[in-house]
């Protein structure tokens, strides 16, 4: 396994598009995150899944944005009509269930960088 | 909720000289931490972590951290840079029991690094 994959790594759009990245986490992570992050910022959660169940989103996320797991593999992460202020990298990132419980580290994909004009 | 504060948003070293990182969090039990780094236009790399155990870690490209309970900091140091050690450096923690396992990143400091 490669790692965390992540398409488009750029996509450059207009204001009022829509827009949708895909995420393939390392295969036997059940465990998927999004993050957002800005130029000069650290990323900012988004959205975590285990399996296909959405178990947090952030205040961050607003009804533009949806985050899908079909069937617990890949995940997709959709903004419609965008703004410029949704220009960001978005960044996907997936781990496993430790041993003892929820433990472990975050393994981020590329990212997807976005710019909405 | 925890949180991290990284207060250096730049720091500029010469290449051969000590490097330390600063990282304080908030968290009010024993979190999970780590340090990443990150090259320009790409993704997060895990540098190192503390889950438990000896307080000083050790971690790739000859990094080590030190979580010191006490002054609730994870500071990154490293003996000797190197020009490539140039990136943005994120200090991350999570919640170590309880509550939801959502990493959470400082807004990370830029190393320079001077010939």
């Known amino acids: 396994d490669t790692g965390v994959s992540q398409n488009p790594r750029h996509k450059i759009t207009k204001r009022g598009q829509n827009v949708t990245f895909r995420c393939d986490p390392i295969s036997e992570h059940n465990r998927l995150y999004w993050y957002r992050q800005t130029l000069g910022q650290g990323p900012e959660f988004l959205t975590y899944f285990q399996n296909e169940a959405q178990l947090e989103k952030s205040r961050l996320l607003s009804d533009r944005f949806s985050a899908e797991r079909p069937k617990g593999s890949f995940s997709t992460l959709e903004i419609q009509r965008t703004e410029q202020g949704d220009s960001a990298m978005y960044l996907c990132?997936?781990?496993?269930?430790?041993?003892?419980?929820?433990?472990?580290?975050?393994?981020f994909g590329e990212g997807s960088r976005l710019t909405v004009l | 909720a925890q949180s991290v504060t990284q207060p250096d948003i730049h720091i500029t070293v010469s290449e051969g000289a000590s490097l330390e990182l600063r990282c304080n969090y908030s968290y009010g039990a024993t979190p999970y931490l780590f340090w990443y780094v990150q090259s320009p236009g790409q993704g997060l790399q895990l540098l190192l972590k503390?889950?438990?155990?000896?307080?000083l870690v050790q971690g790739i490209k000859g990094f080590e951290a030190e979580f010191k309970r006490s002054q609730s900091s994870f500071n990154l140091r490293k003996p000797s840079v190197h020009w490539s050690d140039a990136a943005e450096y994120f200090c991350a923690v999570a919640p170590g029991t309880g509550g939801s396992y959502i990493p959470t990143f400082g807004r990370g400091t830029s190393l320079i690094v001077h010939p």
């Open positions: 990132a997936s781990r496993e269930r430790g041993p003892t419980g929820d433990t472990g580290e975050l393994f």
């Open positions: 503390y889950f438990s155990g000896d307080t």
